[in-house]
């Protein structure tokens, strides 16, 4: 389960979170919504400490900090039973697609080399890369690099994945298949909190879609009422601008 | 015709010009290798933005890459002895030598800092940040993800630089040390001629970068098979 209180965050003058609350209970999907630059990154980016919120509690299994007062150790800790999938893959570009995979496992954790390869191969059999072990980054298309990007993810069996917009640096035509994966691990009952535009994955898997605006939440509930029945206007206003007419006025 | 260029005395230069080829490659390793660890340590500095330390190993790289390297020699040689002088100790007796040494250590330091800011700053933030996201540490992102990137990437300025460097060692005889040019000196007062004595020592020189370029084209080679900057892994 994770629990986050207040979590307030500023880059200089500019306050960008002004005080989250949110729960996600072990198993659930949630979707978070809003316009750029409402915060949505910077809120994931500060669940596992890539960046530092200014204040707030964050609890992720059994760790709790109070991220004032966070130590380089609960970091570590927080940062072990998270995993994150970015945008732009960030994928280890000396590795090849196993050893991405493998490298959480074998440096930070410390898992011998055989049982994480094992362990790798089969994720990356799951993700639908099983010929591809042996292909380096740059040899890989934007879909197939995402699919190992969440099978490093998957790799490190965390409390919870956060997916950064990972399919909108994608070629339309390769969004399908990463999103196929995602929803397949969504359904294995993985805890996830995905920021994306892609509606179709917020209408199937969402178990809550939260929409965010000006660094706080404005709106949540289930995907039916926040994304076809929202009770603020700013919600409305935003779906209006990204939903293609016939989904909306379903 | 036989007196422009005597073959015989071309020949006669190459046993005393590689008798002080020593001295020419020990300035060579001193520079690189003290020039590493200042360099290193400036990079470092620069890449974490370290207050006040960043902004002074800028300045001082800027400043030493605009001189050219015969008026460090001299900056040295002459400037040092009279700062540490000012302090009470006298290092006017110190061996020509070690003044040479510190001014190619100053210079190449200031080139490899820029070399391995810029290899390490080539190595995009996301990767770094991926680490840690998989809960390695700073340490560990260095050493497993970032080093082997940046290396690979400074490789080949880092093989310009050392044949840069050792040509740049041809100044050094300004200050008296007796090198590979050094002795071109007493070669030609003894025998009147100069041309047979430089032809040699081009020959030396050249030999030498050859085989320093042909080095680094294989290390990069070699490097570039495994790693996959260039895209085709
Ligand atoms: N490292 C940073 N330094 C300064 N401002 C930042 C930084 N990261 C994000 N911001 C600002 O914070 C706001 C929220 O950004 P972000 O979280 O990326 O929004 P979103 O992901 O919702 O588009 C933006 O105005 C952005 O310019
Ligand atoms: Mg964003």
């Known amino acids: 389960m994770i629990v986050v209180k207040g979590l307030c965050k500023s880059f200089g003058k500019q306050e960008v979170l002004k005080g989250i609350d949110l729960t996600v209970e072990k198993g659930e999907v949630v979707v978070l919504l809003g316009p750029s630059g409402s915060g949505k990154t910077t809120f994931l980016r500060c669940l596992n400490f890539l960046e530092r919120p200014d204040a707030g509690e964050i609890t992720i299994g059994d760790t709790h900090v109070d991220c004032k007062s966070v130590t380089k150790n609960e970091i570590l800790q927080i940062r072990r039973n998270t995993a994150m999938v970015f945008q732009l893959y960030n994928l280890f570009k000396n590795k090849t697609a196993l050893e991405n995979v493998m490298e959480g496992l074998v440096t930070p954790r410390k898992i011998p080399k055989i049982e994480a390869e094992e362990i790798s191969r089969k994720i990356l059999k799951k993700v639908g890369l099983g010929a591809k072990h042996d292909a380096y980054p740059s040899q890989l298309s934007g879909g197939q690099q995402q699919r190992v990007g969440i099978a490093r993810a998957l790799a490190l069996n965390p409390e919870v994945i956060l997916f950064d917009e990972p399919t909108s640096a994608l070629d339309p035509e390769l969004v399908g298949e990463v999103l196929a994966v995602m929803k397949k691990v969504a359904k294995e009952g993985l805890t996830m909190i995905v920021v994306t535009h892609e509606i179709s994955f917020a209408r199937d898997i969402a178990s809550k879609v939260i929409f965010i605006d000006g660094g706080v939440i404005v709106e949540q509930g289930t995907a039916e009422e926040v994304l076809f029945h929202p009770k603020e206007e700013r919600t409305r206003q935003f779906l209006k601008r990204i939903l293609p007419a016939s989904d909306y006025s379903i | ?233």
Not at chain 2, 22 to 28: D, E, P
């Open chain 2, 1 to 233: 015709m036989e007196n422009i260029f005597l073959l015989s005395l071309f020949i006669d230069c190459f046993p005393k010009l590689l008798s002080r080829l020593h001295i020419t490659l020990y300035i060579v390793v001193i520079a690189l290798l003290f020039g590493m660890l200042l360099g290193t340590y400036i990079a470092v500095v620069r890449l974490y933005k370290v207050p006040v330390l960043s902004q002074l190993a800028t300045a001082y790289v800027s400043f030493i890459r605009g001189i050219p390297i015969l008026v460090l020699l001299y900056i040295v040689y002459i400037g040092l002895p009279l700062v540490i002088g000012a302090f009470g100790v006298n290092i006017n007796r110190w061996d020509t030598m070690i003044f040479v040494m510190i001014a190619y250590v100053v210079n190449t330091a200031a080139f490899l800092s820029e070399i391995i800011r810029s290899a390490v700053a080539g190595v995009d933030l996301g990767q770094t940040e991926a680490a840690y996201s998989v809960g390695m540490t700073r340490l560990q992102t260095f050493r497993r993800i970032i080093a082997p990137q940046a290396i690979q990437i400074g490789i080949p300025a880092l093989g310009n630089t050392i044949v840069s460097l050792l040509k740049d060692t041809s100044l050094a005889y300004t200050l008296g040390v007796i090198d590979v040019i050094g002795v071109i000196k007493a070669i030609s007062s003894n025998t009147y001629r100069s041309l047979e004595a430089y032809a040699a020592a081009a020959f030396i020189f050249f030999i030498l970068s050859s085989i320093l370029e042909q080095c680094f084209n294989i290390i990069s080679r070699k490097l570039g098979i495994k790693g996959t900057i260039s895209g085709q892994g």
